[in-house]
């Protein structure tokens, strides 16, 4: 198994919550949230049960009928499964639990029971389909898991020394050298290529050879789609998803529905993106009105931009109706010779790493003096009762305009200012101009 972060928030929540709340992890699915659960109950449980309700037995989903009697749920439970259950040492875990919602129903009373610990995962959660007809307890503790960031990368080739150096380099304003710096952009790109999908960096790490890589991404991305029409069967769902690389493209200052999807009522189109953000395959980035550290009060629920919560899988999604041999792609981004028109590439990828970081994700458009024109910030984040402003740029930093302009309107909001790039640290005046890895620090 990889070592994850997240591993580190359930140490933490079975130290403080001791089975006073169940634990549910969200995320999208093949992001590896089984696997880390089941190591953690390996590691830190006298035993555990694993209830895979995709594949489960027709009596264990019947167990969740009746729970008037714990002592002959458990009972039960323990003999279909062949585990014993030690009080307040064992875990229980119930695995893609959306598609047994008695099952989630029935944490309320297990919690209270209080015997044993329960961590529930899984994807789509809150789809008003998978939920409509039980009660949603309210002794869940939620916690939501992203794919691998760029540390946890790092960490997957073996790699602990080159972030913490980066972030000390950060905090200092310090250079790292043009020998290091293009060392870590060459990482930078490889994760770009590869992404933080469990599956897909394993089969780099396996196979060194980026067209099996980019097979496995393409299931991921299947795999997604047929969701999205268990959800949606008139395929609007999947149009939107497989429209964001295009959408992008056009610099527009948001997603364009109608584009997409002609003839879609707003209504229906606040759904589509709701679902869509429930599956977690997608990030959201809404327009603020009012950039300030209380932008989420100033947010247009119609007026967004969406990426892929994983580059590596928006990479293949840019060209999965061509066969992997006509994407150049890969050749490219490994040699820094990524076009122009495809910056928006690294828009993708600060967005995820944003998110990562526990950030919502924010941008802003001003007309310029003429009015001929917006200028747009691709990203706004707040620091205190401030907000930092961030233009991302993949090629050329000789102009930045709408940061220039941004900043002399909203002096008084900015605590900093930053440019986030292919080129090495350094400060122009009170811009400060950093390399793309080291957004996790901002």
């Known amino acids: ?23 549910l992890i969200e995320g999208q699915r093949r992001v590896g949230k089984s696997t880390v ?40 439970l323990q003999i279909l499964t062949g585990t014993n259950l030690v009080e307040r040492k064992s875990l229980i875990i119930f695995d893609e639990v959306q598609m ?8 309320k009373s297990l919690v209270k029971d209080h015997r044993f610990d329960y961590i529930e995962t899984g994807s789509l959660i809150s789809i008003k389909k998978k939920v409509k007809d039980i009660l949603i307890p309210s002794e869940e503790q ?31 304003n310090l250079s790292l050298g043009d020998g290091v710096h293009r060392e870590v952009m060459k990482k ?20 060194y050879n980026f067209e099996p890589v980019d097979r496995i991404k393409r299931d991921i991305l299947q ?113 820094d010779k990524l076009p122009a028109n495809l910056g928006y590439l690294y828009e993708n990828l600060i967005a ?15 007309p310029n003096k003429e009015k001929t024109k917006n200028y747009e910030i691709d990203f706004l984040i707040a620091k205190g009762n401030k907000i930092c402003p961030i233009e991302v740029k993949s090629a050329s930093i000789k102009r930045h305009a709408s940061i220039d302009a941004f900043g002399k309107k909203y002096t008084a909001q900015i ?5 986030l790039g292919t080129k090495e640290q350094q400060k122009e005046q009170d811009l400060r101009i950093l390399p793309v890895y080291m957004t996790s620090f901002l």
């Open 100 to 107: 047994c919602p008695l099952a989630r129903q029935s944490i």
């Open 352 to 366: 995820q790493c944003l998110a990562a970081a526990g950030y919502e994700l924010y941008y802003h458009t001003f």
């Open 142 to 172: 939620r916690i939501y898991m992203y794919p691998m960031d760029f540390e946890e990368f790092l960490w997957a080739l073996g790699d602990s020394v080159t972030m913490p150096l980066i972030q000390k380099a950060f905090q200092a």
């Open 415 to 419: 605590a900093e200012k930053y440019l």
């Open 223 to 335: 795999l997604y789609e047929d969701d999205f029409y268990k959800i949606d069967s008139t395929g609007r769902l999947t149009q939107l998803f497989d429209a964001i690389p295009a959408q992008l493209n056009k610099n527009a200052s948001r997603y364009t529905v109608s584009s997409v999807v002609p003839q879609l009522r707003p209504s229906t189109s606040l759904e589509l993106i709701a679902e869509l953000m429930d599956s977690r395959t997608v990030l959201v980035s809404y327009h603020t009105s009012q950039p300030s550290s209380e932008m989420a009060s100033y947010k247009n629920l119609t007026q967004f931009k969406l990426f892929l919560s994983d580059t590596g899988l928006f990479t293949t999604l840019m060209f999965k109706n061509k066969a992997f041999t006509d994407n150049d792609l890969y050749r490219k981004l490994l040699g």
């Open 37 to 76: 659960v089941e190591e953690f109950a390996k590691r830190e449980y006298d035993s555990y049960i694993l209830i895979d309700f995709s594949t489960c037995s027709k009596e264990i989903r019947r167990l969740f009928e009746d729970i008037s009697d714990l002592d002959f749920f458990f009972l039960r």
């Open 1 to 23: 198994m990889f070592k994850r972060k997240v591993y580190e928030k359930l140490k933490e929540w079975k130290r403080d919550r001791c089975g006073k709340t169940a634990l």
């Open 188 to 207: 930078m790109r490889l994760y770009m290529l590869v992404g933080g999908m469990p599956q897909a960096v394993a089969t780099y790490l396996e196979e």
